[in-house]
């Protein structure tokens, strides 16, 4: 296969998705979201996988990532759901950090233009070490961020998903074609069958010496 072909695109597209869950892992990992950080993990190994069997001509591997943009896309439609609260759904629950932690998106505090202001609570009975932090002039919402990122997400992996189909077909196009020329074939198309040497001997001497004669009669 060639270079601008279907296979060095889902190469490039690998590569991509590689970059893009990359990012998203250091702030997932930033904003304690360990569900998006074990989502993110598969992620990455599955499309590594994906990426060595398009290098190394493997279809079934890149079924298994194929498989794989199916579950990711409905990953991301879900944090697409969560963050717009879709569904009875909330941003402001501790669903994606398993209700360890009460963290939320590192974007929340951090986002374009957003200054982060802490108010102290001392005033407060039972709060005295504690502090109130808010969150101001934030240009962007953090939940139409990560809603930006998982779209993003979708995108590559439907993107994916149609090439991976279409260089498994051409992988098995080719495979089917060299075993009919008899490439998987462990004996030869026109298989020569050897005789043994003492077999092409006796033939040898019989027709030099034709039934009847002897080496006596030939002396003679």
Not at 91 to 118: A, M
Request: one cysteine or more.
């Amino acid at each position: 296969m060639g270079c601008c072909t279907g296979r060095c695109t889902l190469i490039f597209l690998c590569a991509l998705q590689l970059l893009a869950a990359l990012e998203r892992q250091v702030f997932d990992f930033l904003g304690y979201q360990w569900a998006p950080i074990l989502a993110n993990f598969l992620h990455i190994i599955i499309v590594i996988l994906g990426l060595f069997g398009t290098i190394q001509y493997r279809p079934r591997y890149i079924v298994v990532y194929a498989i794989w943009t199916a579950v990711w896309v409905t990953w991301n439609i879900f944090i697409i759901c969560f963050y717009l609260e879709v569904g009875g759904l909330s941003k402001d629950s501790e669903l994606l950090t398993f209700n360890i932690s009460r963290h939320q998106s590192w974007w929340s505090e951090n986002g374009p233009g957003c200054v982060r202001k802490e108010a102290s609570m001392s005033g407060i009975k039972g709060l005295d070490n504690h502090s109130y932090i808010s969150v101001i002039g934030c240009a962007l919402e953090y939940r139409y961020i990560e809603v930006m990122h998982s779209s993003f997400q979708i995108l590559l992996a439907l993107v994916g998903f149609v090439y991976a189909c279409y260089v498994v077909s051409v992988f098995t196009e080719e495979e089917d074609s060299f075993d009919f020329i008899g490439g998987f074939d462990p004996f030869p198309l026109y298989h020569v069958n050897e005789k043994p040497t003492n077999l092409l001997f006796k033939q040898t001497y019989l027709l030099l010496f034709p039934a009847g004669f002897s080496g006596m009669e030939i002396m003679n």
